[in-house]
Each structure stands twice: as structure tokens, then as C-alpha cells.
């Protein structure tokens, strides 16, 4: 079967790639369309340590093609879409409802490929760059068949993400002033997340003038090229502000705009050895740092709900999907991903 393999050096999409059955409490879905995200470039840059060779992709949605022993919320046939979360649901993290902090789901790769005698790597437990995958049952959430799965792939990274994020982590109230960071994929969704929020003041930053339209069709109340210029829209600072690109200047940016008892909510990935420096007398009228692990998810429960959101026309999704390329043109997928000419860039089998 085809699928996109990094072996340390080049990203090639191969055609001997072969993935094994599921076993007790595990699925294989049978992957229709895969979001390019971000973080799979990362892992080809460097940015993102893992080992090799890998099949990328970790934000897709598919048809369910088997499952294991055990495997009862979703049967052949049904619509799904993937987290990247496998965790143990038995933990005392899963226990209180903090998936993303299983120490089951976190740093420990599996190998259910294989090409020819080689095994091959699964990026994020799942590996959505591939015509089949197979999952833990806990990472395959059914949705209803009425949405396209080109759209339902981005609900399982871009969206849980970025409106979890302000949901789920940020707790934005209604009459809170935000501000975003970065408007791509991640910076979008943060976007519309702070809509649903009910936040009263959404002001978008990004260098590209271009992103504005969008900016605002998600939600975004203000459109800036430079955060010189959010003092002028909120002089006593911001109440959230969201930093989606992964730059350790703009990390102390997002500190400096926040108001009393703001919070700054890190989305971007720097190398893993960046520092961050800000002043700390900054953070002493009640203000916060806050790292987010994948939108503080429990996938389970928020893809169910954005994807009805969706139905409901409340949740963009259809305009998240800029370009959508067959697997065989990645390497085009990938140099519009790189060069910021879309949002996300859809994979399709």
C-alpha cells in the first residue's frame, strides 16, 4: 500500500508499505484523507526529535476497515476520525479526565509497518500518511457520514488543538479580550474557538496581510501585520493571548501584551532545546504561563461535539481545507505548506 516515509534523510511517498491486523483492543481504518500538519514538516526539519524510518501524518479521518477483540464503540463500515492520543484510559490521569497527561500516550513509538523485512515507525500513534493504519480503539471517534472526511480529518490535530485550547485550557469567557498569534491552521482554530467562547475582542496577528480574510471569516474582530499594534486596540492588555508559531521571541511577546491576570498560552513548537527569557516581575499582578499539550483534549468526548458543532454550522471545517492533493503529489503539498500559501493541505486515498 502507499504511504509517506521519512527515513531520516528524504521524505518519499512509497508503495511496499504493509501494516499488520489489529489485535485486542486496537482498530484499522482504512484512511480516506490526512491533514499536513505542521508538526509532521517538524519532524522532517528536525524541530521534532523521532526516530526513523517513520510513516508521518497524524491528523486524519477514514472508514473503519477491522477490529480487534474487545473493540465494541465502532464496528467496519463506520466513519472515524483519529486522534493521536493512545492512551491507557485506566491511569490516574485518564481517571480524572486528563487524557493528554496519560504517560501512556506520550514517547512511546510502535512499529506497525513494515516495508519488505524493515519495520517502519508510527508518528504520533497513528500515522494518518498511509492508505490503512491501525490504532488503539481509545484514538478511532466515530462521526456522523454526512460529513466529508477531507474536512473531518482536521477535527483530530488542527481543531482539537486550537479551540481546545481556548475551551479546555484557557477556560476564554464571554466578554474576554484575545489575541492570536499566527493564523495558520493551529492560529485559525484558536480563532473560532475564542468565538464560540463568546470573547468580545478577537485581534489576529500575522506578518502575511494576505491571511486577513480568513483571519476574520474565523472569527477574528481585528486584523494586524505587526503586535506593535495591539496596545492601541487594548491598552491595558489582552486577557489571552495565544502564541501559534513556535518562536521564543514572540513567547515573550505574549507575555509582554497581557493584561492583569492574563494568561499567555504557548500552541507553537520550538526546537526542543529553545529557551524562552521574560521579565518575571511581568507575571507578579496574578499573570500566567501556560503550556498546552493538544488542546488539554479528551478526544472521545470534543471530536463528538465540534463534529456536531459543524453540523450545526457553528464550526468551520470545509474552510480550513485550502488545497487537497492525492498522496502522490506531496512533495507539492508540502512546499505550499512550507512557503504559508494554505492553511492546511489536505492529503486524499
Do not use: W
Not at 244 to 250: A, H, M, P, Y
Not at 300 to 305: G, M
Amino acid at each position: 500500500m502507499r504511504g509517506v516515509v521519512f527515513d531520516g534523510r528524504q521524505v518519499r511517498v512509497v508503495d511496499d508499505l504493509a501494516v499488520r491486523e489489529p489485535g485486542p483492543g486496537e482498530v484499522l481504518v482504512a484512511v480516506a484523507a490526512a491533514g499536513l500538519c505542521h508538526s509532521d514538516l517538524s519532524v522532517v526539519d528536525g524541530t521534532i526529535p523521532f526516530p526513523v524510518p517513520v510513516v508521518l501524518g497524524h491528523e486524519g479521518a477514514g472508514v473503519v476497515a477491522a477490529v480487534g477483540a474487545g473493540v465494541t464503540h465502532v464496528a467496519p463500515g463506520d466513519h472515524v476520525a483519529l486522534s493521536t492520543l493512545a492512551n491507557c484510559g485506566t491511569c490516574a490521569e485518564c481517571d480524572r479526565g486528563r487524557p493528554t497527561m496519560c504517560r501512556q500516550a506520550i514517547g512511546r513509538p510502535g512499529k506497525p509497518f513494515t516495508r519488505g523485512a524493515e519495520p517502519v515507525y508510527q508518528f504520533a500513534a497513528n500515522s494518518a500518511f498511509a492508505e490503512r493504519t491501525v490504532v488503539k480503539a481509545v484514538q478511532a471517534v466515530r462521526i456522523p457520514e454526512d460529513i466529508p472526511l477531507a474536512s473531518a480529518a482536521l477535527i483530530g490535530c488542527g481543531v482539537l488543538t486550537g479551540v481546545g485550547a481556548v475551551l479546555n485550557r484557557a477556560r476564554v469567557d464571554r466578554g474576554d479580550s484575545v489575541v492570536v498569534i499566527g493564523t495558520g491552521g493551529i492560529g485559525l482554530n484558536v480563532l473560532q474557538g475564542a468565538r464560540l467562547a463568546g470573547a468580545l475582542r478577537i485581534v489576529a496577528v500575522d506578518a502575511n496581510p494576505a491571511k486577513e480574510a480568513a483571519a476574520r471569516q474565523f472569527g477574528a474582530t481585528d486584523f494586524l501585520t505587526s503586535a506593535e499594534g495591539v496596545r492601541d486596540l487594548l491598552p491595558t492588555g489582552a486577557d489571552h493571548v495565544f502564541e501559534c508559531v513556535g518562536r521564543v521571541e514572540l513567547i515573550r511577546r505574549a507575555v509582554d501584551l497581557l493584561d492583569r491576570r492574563g494568561q499567555a498560552i504557548l500552541l507553537g513548537v520550538p526546537p526542543a532545546t529553545a529557551e524562552a527569557s521574560f521579565l518575571v516581575s511581568s507575571l507578579y499582578l496574578d499573570k500566567s504561563v501556560l503550556g498546552c499539550r493538544y488542546g488539554s483534549s479528551r478526544p472521545q468526548r470534543d471530536i463528538a461535539l465540534y463534529a456536531e458543532l459543524y453540523r450545526q454550522g457553528r464550526l468551520l471545517l470545509d474552510e480550513l481545507v485550502t488545497a487537497a492533493y492525492p498522496v502522490e503529489d506531496f512533495d507539492k503539498a508540502r512546499a505550499e505548506a512550507e512557503a504559508g500559501r494554505v492553511a492546511r493541505a489536505v492529503l486524499t486515498f
